[in-house]
């Protein structure tokens, strides 16, 4: 019997954040360890570090700390919530672009500023070091979490629809999600084209 998405809608919660919050976390213990560890912790480059770091990893920390986020999928729409509140909403009735990614952006206040696009061919390096952070990441978080059961390199389904961006991190629901696209909108996830931003992504601006 096909499953009723309206009446038992999929859940997933969302640990794009945590990917965020881990390297700007690591950073914060590293210069701490580093300022306590030198010989002259008063200079002004230690001591400035020690002070400023957590400011300006703060943006990365907190939607992870403070948030709650959960994506729930009806037959027809997929809705991102922000502790309880819906923040994006994709309707699947109207058009929409559909792709398979291991980046963990996630919403569309992350778009860099157009300073960022135009010069977006001289950052590439950046942006591909970004990626390749987001990879290492997510194989640790399952070689620790899981035993690297579950993992696949392209383990998020990324939703566009005009400005909204939604980024499905299903990890152990991930067949019941392949089951939904498949049974509801005959999509098959594993063939989608891959999604690749060559402008990346900065922190999400979101009044939590």
């Not at 696009?117 to 640790?140: C, E, H, S, V």
């Not at 152990?172 to 931003?197: G, M």
Request: proline share 4%; with cysteine.
């Amino acid at each position: 019997m096909q499953r009723d998405y309206d009446k038992e809608p999929l859940i997933i919660k969302d640990i794009n954040t945590f990917f965020d919050f881990l390297p700007a976390f690591v950073c914060i213990i590293i210069c701490y360890i580093a300022y306590l560890l030198t010989d002259n912790p008063s200079s002004s480059f230690y001591r400035n570090a020690f002070i400023i770091m957590p400011f300006l990893t703060l943006p990365y920390i907190r939607p992870f700390i403070k948030c709650k986020r959960e994506i729930i999928i009806t037959k027809n729409t997929i809705n991102y919530l922000n502790n309880g509140e819906v923040l994006e909403s994709i309707d699947l009735n109207s058009p929409f672009k559909i792709y398979k990614s291991f980046s963990v952006a996630h919403h569309k206040s992350q778009k860099p500023h157009e300073v960022i696009q135009i010069l977006w061919l001289f950052l590439l390096p950046g942006t591909i070091f970004q990626y390749f952070m987001n990879f290492i990441l997510k194989l640790f978080y399952y070689i620790f979490a899981f035993k690297l059961k579950h993992y696949k390199v392209m383990d998020s389904v990324i939703l566009l629809q005009d400005e909204k961006i939604i980024n499905i991190l299903s990890i152990e629901k991930y067949y019941e999600l392949e089951k939904y696209f498949k049974d509801s909108h005959n999509i098959n996830i594993k063939e989608l084209k891959i999604y690749f931003d060559k402008y990346g992504y900065i922190y999400e601006k979101i009044d939590n």
